[in-house]
């Protein structure tokens, strides 16, 4: 396998540059009340709160960045759905190539928001991923490691290691499949998995007790 260094100072720079700062006319502070919590001895300030905001949505990026899902709009509107279910579940993202033929950017977007209400699942587009991994029939499940994943924010991003399960199965039989490799990554689907059956249980667990 290919190897390259990545200067991650530029790639932090870059990350840091790609969300604007809210205009200060935008950020409304009146009316505002402490909450109790705050008020109590010992409270250690917002900042603690914020860090562990910020490493709940680092971990769901890194998910999503690891566990992809290559699919269509040409596929039935049902498994799309199914797809995106799983997808949310799973902290997946789900892939197209790119526009289907005919389609305006606003036009695929209104057809995917229709296919995502109420599941609210991650969608890209991204047709420099479907080379990368040799995609050449959807659906197409793909895992593949952290460090990998980070590379592939880079334009000059070498070839990666990755596990894809071609075919119409789930997302958890997919992961399943993977975890008999003997590479890291077989862990790693091992330990998705595991997640996600524990996920399951739990809300079913608090469902029944409703």
């Known amino acids: 396998m290919q190897t390259q260094q990545v200067d991650l100072a530029k790639t932090m720079d870059m990350a840091n540059k790609a969300g604007p700062l809210p205009k200060q006319d935008a950020i409304k502070t009146e009316n505002l009340s402490i909450p109790s919590f705050m008020q109590k001895k010992g409270f250690g300030g917002v900042a603690p709160l914020v860090a562990s905001v910020k490493d709940q949505l680092t971990n769901q990026m890194k998910k999503e960045r690891t566990l992809m899902v290559a699919v269509t709009l040409s596929m039935p509107n049902e498994m799309l759905i199914d797809y995106a279910k799983q997808a949310k579940e799973a902290g997946a993202v789900l892939v197209l190539r790119g526009l289907p033929t005919g389609d305006t950017l606003p036009l695929t977007e209104a057809r995917i928001a229709k296919l995502n209400r109420g599941v609210n699942a991650t969608w890209n587009i991204d047709p420099t991923l479907f ?16 460090y990998a994943a980070r590379k592939m924010e880079l334009s000059c991003a070498p070839d990666v290691s990755y596990l894809r399960v ?4 789930s997302i958890r039989q997919a ?9 890291d990554l077989g862990h790693v689907a091992q330990k998705r998995l595991d997640q996600i059956e524990t996920q399951i249980e739990t809300q079913s667990e608090a469902g029944g007790a409703r």
């Open 131 to 146: 080379r990368k991994f040799k995609i050449d029939k959807v659906p197409s499940t793909i895992l593949v490691d952290d």
């Open 166 to 169: 071609d075919g119409e199965v």
């Open 175 to 183: 992961l399943a499949i993977m975890s008999h490799d003997k590479s």
